[in-house]
């Protein structure tokens, strides 16, 4: 049982390049969540997803897509990065309707952009 | 207002030393509250449940008052290995499906 994992941990991108973070979750989890996390900031929701095939804007979606073609899968997309999304990104997964089940983190990705 | 806040910190304190983290919700309909501990750049991990009537945790104790919507957490004896910083989390009533993070209280134990 490997919970939330990440890939890749770390990545270094140009300018107007494109690239994908993938999430995947092996507890059955309906809900699933995207964050970033700069230096001295909290955590701030990218974009969530509350099924397979259903995804939601957070607080900070611009510049970020994202798909969830599978329940256990939640992908990240980057179309033109830019500097300013240089950051470190979570992701997230929670159990349905359960309101005292709490949410595991995956091990995050670590993102430059020059 | 944010929905959660928290005192930034950083509180430095000695080892043996007992210290609160205080935390305030602005959502009066929220359900669950929850306290992680994020260690320095790794991912946020569950250090306990906050429960109405309190509950422990060996060293740590979590309160909640709902009518001050206020959330503590207290740690008794620090530990060095106490370091880090602790999220005050809030599951807000209606949709159950987004948890409302803190930006977080930073914690250094100094031998």
């Known amino acids: 049982n490997a919970g939330v994992t990440q890939t890749p941990k770390f990545r270094v991108l140009k300018t107007g390049q494109s690239m994908t973070l993938l999430c995947a979750q092996d507890?059955?989890?309906?809900?699933m969540y995207w964050y970033r996390q700069d230096p001295g900031m909290g955590l701030r929701l990218i974009h969530y997803?509350?099924?397979?095939?259903?995804?939601a804007k957070g607080e900070v979606p611009d510049g970020y897509n994202v798909s969830r073609l599978k329940k256990q899968n939640f992908l990240l997309g980057l179309e033109s990065a830019a500097p300013s999304q240089t950051s470190v990104y979570f992701c997230?997964?929670?159990?349905?309707?359960?309101?005292?089940?709490?949410?595991?983190f995956g091990p995050g990705t670590r993102l430059t952009v020059l | 207002r944010k929905e959660v806040e928290q005192d930034p910190g950083p509180f430095n304190v000695p080892e043996g030393a007992t210290v609160a983290f205080n935390c305030t919700y602005s959502?009066?309909?929220?359900?669950?509250f929850f306290w992680y501990r994020q260690d320095c750049r790794k991912e946020p991990k569950l250090l306990m449940s906050?429960?109405?009537s309190g509950n422990e945790d060996g060293r740590f104790t979590a309160q909640l008052n709902r009518a001050s919507q206020y959330i503590s957490l207290l740690i008794r004896d620090s530990k060095l290995s106490d370091s880090a910083t602790y999220l005050c989390?809030?599951?807000?009533?209606?949709?159950?499906?987004?948890?409302?993070f803190g930006a977080g209280t930073r914690l250094a134990v100094h031998p």
């Open positions: 997230a997964s929670r159990k349905q309707g359960v309101t005292t089940d709490t949410q595991y």
């Open positions: 906050v429960y109405s």
């Open positions: 507890m059955n989890h309906e809900y």
């Open positions: 989390v809030a599951l807000p009533g209606g949709g159950y499906n987004k948890l409302i």
């Open positions: 959502n009066s309909a929220s359900q669950s």
């Open positions: 997803s509350v099924g397979e095939g259903t995804t």
